[in-house]
């Protein structure tokens, strides 16, 4: 069973940054694919961005030059960096393991249908 702990949200100005974590309980990131979603009040929860195993990265075109994914598998930690933040960057930001697929040789955005384990989820803020 994975389990999956978030951590590293707050309240931001904007333009500012933040830096989400995402410890695993069990060595996950070398068999499944890693992904960042959030969920804002009333709206569906959508893919951020994700990376396979092999170091392959996607991102929703809402935050490509922005945020940064990355995963160190000696601490079984996954990571979102999040620069230049905005103010409808505000969500709940949840990290999970699942599979990925390939689409015209690129990794495509994650989708949540595809993802089983789920973190309880970290507050991000950005206020103008």
């Known amino acids: 069973q994975v389990q999956l702990a978030e951590s590293g949200g707050g309240s931001v100005q904007a333009g500012g940054s933040l830096r989400l974590s995402c410890a695993a309980s069990t060595y996950t990131y070398s068999s499944h694919c890693m992904g960042w979603f959030r969920q804002a009040p009333g709206k569906e929860r959508e893919g951020v961005a994700a990376?396979?195993?092999?170091?392959?990265?996607s991102y929703a075109d809402s935050v490509k030059g922005r945020f940064t994914i990355s995963q160190d598998n000696g601490k079984n930690t996954l990571y979102l960096q999040m620069n230049s933040l905005k103010p409808e960057d505000t969500a709940m930001y949840y990290c999970?393991?699942?599979?990925?697929?390939?689409?015209?040789?690129?990794?495509?955005?994650?989708?949540?249908?595809?993802?089983?384990?789920w973190g309880q989820g970290t507050q991000v803020t950005v206020s103008s």
């Open positions: 990376i396979d195993s092999d170091g392959s990265t």
């Open positions: 999970a393991a699942g599979a990925c697929y390939f689409w015209g040789g690129s990794l495509a955005p994650p989708d949540r249908r595809n993802f089983g384990y």
